[in-house]
């Protein structure tokens, strides 16, 4: 007759060596599978900022790219971009590359000029094309390049997709249009502000310790604009609107005053 404490230890091992038991236990330590990760998206904020001066950026670059012969022969063949039927460019392998208008001119009667940038994202190098349109004689096509982005201006994340690359696209061209409404005159840029009714005279007058200066830039019965600098908005302007075309004189405090806007 088996004792209980055999008939316990018994138990134990069918317990312990159960197939199901340990099949259990098994799945309980299973490494869920590991998933690539993309990391494009953790640098978006980044990228897109790269995007909004690229084209400041390229127009910079521009010069080192005018020293290099256009890619010909072999060169063109194995690594030149390529521009397929959807007219979108790409690079030898695949890659989609940021389009970055630059120019367009008309050289005669019969030739127009395109110039642009195309911008590997996931390289950081940059080619220019030249495309003259000849009327009845085609499209003649000089690229020159590469050219690399600056260290503190490429782009990071490795893989991109033709969707985010158009959004790079937008995005500079965004910028560009931005660059541009900064270089012109402040009165003038305040004229296409007050036309589109984008200035907005609703903010708090600054207290006068905080202004550093005050000039006339705009006068339109029956209003005066002024182009206040203040301590507090380096590298910005407040505009103030008075109104002077009335038959009180205006005096000295009076006024309404505009957002901040770039100086």
């Known amino acids: 007759m088996k004792s209980a404490a055999v008939i316990d ?20 330590h299973v ?8 990391p494009a998206p953790l640098f978006a904020k980044h990228n897109q900022r790269v995007a909004l001066h690229l084209r400041d950026t390229v127009t910079r670059l521009q010069s080192q790219a005018a020293k290099l012969e256009p890619m010909a ?3 063109a063949a194995l690594n030149a971009p390529r521009k397929g039927e959807d ?17 367009q001119t008309t050289l005669n009667r019969s030739v127009e000029r395109n110039e642009f940038a195309l911008v590997n994202p ?13 009327f009845m004689h085609g499209t003649s096509t000089a690229i020159r390049g590469p050219v690399d982005l600056p260290k503190n201006q490429r782009f990071i994340g490795g893989e991109f ?19 541009s409404f900064k270089k012109k005159p402040l009165s003038e840029r305040v004229t296409q502000l007050l036309a589109k ?14 202004v550093v200066s005050e000039k006339l830039i705009k006068s339109e019965h029956p209003f005066s604009y002024y182009a206040v600098v203040l301590k507090d908005q380096p590298g910005k302007v407040v505009i103030k609107q008075v109104l002077t075309g009335g038959f009180v004189p205006a005096q000295p405090g009076d006024g309404s005053y505009s957002q901040a806007i770039p100086a």
């Not at 996931?122 to 000849?134: A, G, L």
């Not at 997709?161 to 660059?179: I, K, M, N, P």
């Open 73 to 75: 022969g072999l060169n």
């Open 161 to 179: 997709s033709a969707a985010q690359v158009r959004s790079f696209e937008r995005t500079a061209l965004l910028g560009a249009a931005l660059d």
């Open 31 to 38: 490494r869920p599978p590991v998933v690539p990760i993309n």
């Open 87 to 103: 007219g979108r460019w790409t690079a030898p392998n695949g890659d989609p590359l940021i389009r970055v208008p630059m120019s």
């Open 122 to 134: 996931k390289t950081n190098e940059v080619f220019y094309v030249q495309e003259d349109t000849h």
């Open 9 to 28: 230890v018994a138990g134990v091992a069918r317990k312990l060596f159960n197939r199901d038991e340990l099949a259990k236990a098994a799945q309980k």
């Open 197 to 210: 009714g984008q200035l907005h005279f609703d903010q708090p007058a600054p207290s006068p310790e905080n």
